[in-house]
């Protein structure tokens, strides 16, 4: 019997001959219906609907056969529920059936997603900003801007450090967590900070000038030695020196964004067997290993290389020229490097020592920020 039915029984009455000879007029008529009248009921063998007979004589009442189980009824083989489904809680309804579903294909927690939709491994792309220039973000959150007339920025987001070429390559900055340098023409100006002191010092054709925001005078080391001088350094930390030269690159070009677009449509991608992810945009060539090491290489006409490299994992960072090579790097060798044909500055970020060297002599400051000659 379905579940929420009640069974109904038909009432058997015995009439009158009167009734008798009017029900015998279409005897079959008669039978036919209570016939189908009790099997659309289906009612069980206690409550079986019984006919009238022709004759005043009593007649063996109609009996239906007798199944195991009821073609309608729950208990039927195709009214069985999977064990998946049968398992569900009985409080289950619409709503919360939709609340465990995911949004997000295969639309099922118990399937595995196809490799179709793993995320891509290398994680790299490409788009040309509105600012006009190219914008490279690779792996380990390292992010490469290429300007229309080639201006380069480096960007490491995970040691807080960038890097910034111009377009002349005169002209190039670096931020670094520990210090700051601004190479503009023949002179590069360096300046970090600590608890000790704010240091600044100075690299141009006449020699080193360095002084500190403790001390009163500002020292000029030459080939003569180091002595007290006069002379103006810029505040670095005033402003973000490698964003400030980059973007002005870009604004010197006029078609920049088409430029860009088509530079993008002419860059070529290759992996070498040691697992090197390999860009070549205009004449910049890129690198980044497996680790997230990026090495940006440009060349220019006069067949000199300009070399940018950071590292997401250890925080170094360099930038080879001809004119300048700088190093910088964090952990228990923290410390920033400048030389200059044989001009030197070393910056300790342990010691907090400042030490500056030309043509054979050293001075600076030492971990309590005094000055000393060496």
């Known amino acids: 019997m379905g579940k929420g039915k009640e069974t109904k029984s038909l009432?058997?009455?015995?009439?009158?001959?009167?009734?008798?000879?009017?029900?015998?007029?279409?005897?079959?008529?008669?039978?036919?219906?209570?016939?189908?009248?009790?099997?659309?009921?289906?009612?069980?063998?206690?409550?079986?609907?019984?006919?009238?007979?022709k004759t005043p004589a009593r007649v063996t009442p109609l009996t239906i056969p007798s199944y195991s189980s009821s073609p309608?009824?729950?208990?039927?083989?195709?009214?069985?529920?999977?064990?998946?489904?049968?398992?569900?809680?009985?409080?289950?309804?619409?709503?919360?059936?939709?609340?465990?579903?995911?949004?997000?294909?295969?639309?099922?927690?118990?399937?595995?997603?196809?490799?179709?939709?793993?995320?891509?491994?290398?994680?790299?792309t490409a788009v040309v900003e509105q600012q006009g220039y190219i914008s490279l973000r690779l792996r380990h959150d390292v992010v490469l801007d290429i300007s229309a007339n080639q201006a380069i920025r480096l960007t490491n987001n995970l040691k807080n450090s960038s890097m910034s070429l111009s377009a002349c390559t005169t002209q190039m900055a670096?931020?670094?967590?520990?210090?700051?340098?601004?190479?503009?023409?023949?002179?590069?100006?360096?300046?970090t900070e600590d608890e000790v002191s704010v240091k600044n010092a100075k690299i141009y054709p006449r020699g080193i000038s360095f002084t500190a925001n403790n001390m009163a005078l500002v020292y000029l080391l030459d080939e003569a030695g180091a002595r007290s001088t006069s002379d103006m350094f810029h505040d670095l930390y005033a402003t973000q020196i490698v964003d400030t030269l980059f973007v002005e690159s870009c604004q010197r070009e006029g078609q920049s964004v088409s430029t860009c677009i088509r530079l993008l449509d002419m860059a070529r991608y290759w992996r070498t067997e040691a697992g090197v992810d390999c860009w070549?945009?205009?004449?910049?060539?890129?690198?980044?290993?497996?680790?997230?090491?990026?090495?940006?290489?440009?060349?220019?006409?006069?067949g000199d290389t300009f070399v940018l490299k950071t590292s997401p994992s250890n925080g170094k960072v360099r930038f080879d020229s001809r004119f300048v090579q700088v190093t910088a790097s964090l952990g228990d060798e923290s410390h920033m490097f400048l030389r200059s044909r044989d001009r030197r500055l070393h910056y300790s970020g342990q010691t907090k020592v400042f030490t500056v060297r030309n043509a054979g002599h050293s001075a600076g400051f030492d971990k309590e920020g005094e000055l000393r000659i060496f």
């Open 11 to 53: 009432p058997v009455s015995m009439g009158n001959r009167e009734d008798h000879e009017k029900e015998n007029k279409s005897p079959i008529t008669r039978k036919d219906a209570e016939a189908s009248s009790s099997l659309a009921k289906v009612v069980s063998n206690d409550a079986l609907t019984k006919v009238r007979p």
């Open 72 to 124: 309608l009824s729950p208990t039927a083989e195709e009214f069985q529920l999977a064990p998946h489904i049968s398992a569900l809680p009985a409080n289950t309804n619409l709503s919360s059936l939709f609340s465990t579903l995911s949004l997000t294909p295969p639309f099922s927690p118990h399937l595995p997603p196809p490799p179709a939709w793993q995320p891509h491994h290398s994680g790299v």
């Open 174 to 191: 670096l931020v670094h967590p520990k210090g700051r340098i601004l190479q503009y023409g023949p002179r590069v100006e360096v300046q």
């Open 280 to 302: 070549v945009i205009g004449h910049v060539f890129i690198q980044q290993t497996e680790d997230g090491l990026v090495t940006v290489e440009r060349e220019v006409q006069h």
